[in-house]
DNA sequence: TAGATTGTTAATCGATTAACAATC
DNA sequence: TAGATTGTTAATCGATTAACAATC
């Protein structure tokens, strides 16, 4: 085991190894190789060996690794047996789909509230998930320590309420707006969801298979 | 300029200049020098420099980029100019999401029909994107050729689903479910949003920085 | 035991950064 | 012209892949 900065490349494969063997798991596979793990996720079977190794030694010469157990480790490696809370903030389309789709529970997160300022919204309760007053946040901080905040506000109000939630105490955002939000606040960690990111890359990758065809050179 | 296949990386980057192109512009700036850029974005001037010489030479010596031109050099890569038709298949609250706040036009998409199995929303018609019955998807498609479609349908059906719209012709699937696609149509690209890869990633990352104030040695 | 497969060290490959001649 | 800054070649760095001894 290296006890080495472990690389972004590395940390962003964690998910899809997790994705990867709870789908495992619901098809009963109890042991797999990193030959065959990565032959069904299209890595190399040195590259899986590598990332794993990065965090201990989890398989077993000869026999590969079993499933459950190695799920286990990576949930762990991923800290989702800490049990983050998470509040939502702001609760139009975007806010709502997460609320009742996402299934924070599932991968080890407790939505424990939602935010919004609009009166329709604020008493109510969405499956089983309390909206309150955004204007009560910072006091409802105070008294229930949060560790992530889901930031699905309106583009034009995203800056303020970063900076509010900075002042909560939140360890990160999960920013779904999409503007860059520029927090002078290092200690915040935020992720950005830039839907408009992905989809340009797929149009770029379209465009790219569109030509080869109709290049002679391929 | 090379001529070499571009690499992912530079691709991804590429939404990233765009974001940051139309931000100057929406400040007034007008020109700038990869010096200044890379400041603003966290790169380094030569990463900037290597990243658009691999479509041309948009800069001038001395002087750096206009960012217009820059801007438009960046959303022509992009495919932006294209007009990508789009159809959202599945409209829960994810998709409702998507035609409200999205803005496909502003990112050079044209969103030209939504799809969905409910009665209640067959027939609607939400901000100027007409909602129709799934069933009729292919022979819809038949009729008006399609690019990309969105996929927010409930995962149990997601599988169907892309198939079937593999079937229509599509070119690309934008997809928000949260299973791995499998298609055997190689023809057809997938773009892939997890959220849950997002969050944990997140996560990570809290967590690491807690470990970090919490040990001696940093 | 023999075969399989790991964890890890070494080799390769690719991406990022630095340097600099070209030139606006 | 002198100064600034590009585009590109060369150097460095880091990530991926290959190889293999250790061992289940």
Redesign the interface.
Known sequence: MKKERISNNV??R???Y???LD?LIAHGVDRISSNELGKQMGFTPSQIRQDFSCFGEFGQQGYGYRVTELREQVAR????K?G?TVIIVGV???G???I???GFDA???KLTAAFDSSPDLIGKVIDGVPIYDSETLNAWCKENPT??AVLTVPSVIARDMAKTLADCGV??I?NFT?I?LELDRP?V?V?N???????????????E??NEKNSPTH
Request: glycine share 10%; no cysteine.
């Open positions: 940390i962003r964690l998910p899809m997790l994705r990867k789908d490696i991923l800290g989702m800490q983050f139009g389309n975007m709502h789909a997460l009742k789709n996402f991968q080890g997160f560790d992530i360890k990160g999960w999409n860059e200690e960690r992720e969801i830039h839907f408009s990111d992905s989809l340009l890359y797929l149009g770029y990758i379209i465009n298979s569109e």
